[in-house]
Every structure is written in C-alpha cells, then in structure tokens.
C-alpha cells in the first residue's frame, strides 16, 4: 500500500509540475504594469512599424503552445510592454535511432520565445 501511494504521489507531481513557467531575462526597466485585458500587439512575420526599446526576452517551455502564448502576454503586461515579437522556439527534442551503421534522428520544437517591446 505504501508503495502504490509513493507511485502516486510521483505521478501527481509530473501531471502538475508539466505546465512551464515563463522565464524572463530583462534587457531594460520595467514599466508600470497593464491590466489584465489590455491589449498586447503580437508581431511573428513582421516587425512593428513604430519605433520602440526591448525591454525582455520571456521564454516559455511546455509543448501547449496556447498555455505558451497566454503565460508570455501575462508576463508582458505585468512589465508594462505594449507588444510582444514572436521570435521562435524555446527549445527542442529529438529521437534517435540507430538503423545498421548509422543513426537516423528527428527533432521537433517546443515552446515559445518572444521580446517584449514598449513603443517609443
């Protein structure tokens, strides 16, 4: 019984502990913070078309991209950014394996990475 409650304590903390967290490395200060509904521009094919200042790289790392994005935007208005340029991916895994003398593998990416900007 002791043993079936361990393996069910283990289990419990992978499902939970599998959501990512944001990461942040801040490049410049921070400004007041936005609302919760405000409204974040999301740049991925192009640049904004306004001048503005870096203020963070976030990074977020599970394989739910939707839990990626809203992690990333609530990230960047508790920074007070005003748009967030999407500029790939967070990471990658990959599957080797080994077929006669030589090794076939396959990567995929994970995760979002995006800046957080604040318009001039």
């Known amino acids: 019984?002791?043993?079936?409650?361990?393996?069910?304590?283990?289990?419990?903390?992978l499902v939970v502990g599998c959501m990512a967290m944001?990461?942040?490395?801040?490049?410049a200060?921070?400004?007041?913070?936005?609302?919760?509904?405000?409204?974040?521009?999301?740049?991925?094919?192009?640049?904004?078309?306004?001048q503005y200042v870096e203020i963070a790289l976030i990074t977020c790392g599970d394989t739910?991209?939707?839990?990626?994005m809203r992690q990333i935007l609530m990230k960047a208005r508790e920074m007070g950014a005003d748009?967030?340029?999407?500029?790939?991916?967070s990471g990658s895994y990959g599957i080797g394996a080994p077929v006669g003398g030589m090794t076939y593998a396959v990567a995929e990416g994970y995760g979002i990475r995006a800046v957080a900007i604040k318009y001039r």
């Open 1 to 13: 019984m002791k043993q079936m409650l361990g393996v069910a304590c283990v289990l419990t903390l």
């Open 22 to 27: 944001p990461q942040v490395a801040m490049y």
């Open 29 to 50: 200060q921070a400004y007041p913070a936005r609302g919760p509904d405000d409204r974040i521009d999301v740049y991925q094919t192009s640049l904004p078309d306004r």
């Open 64 to 68: 739910d991209d939707s839990w990626n």
């Open 83 to 89: 748009g967030i340029i999407i500029t790939g991916r």
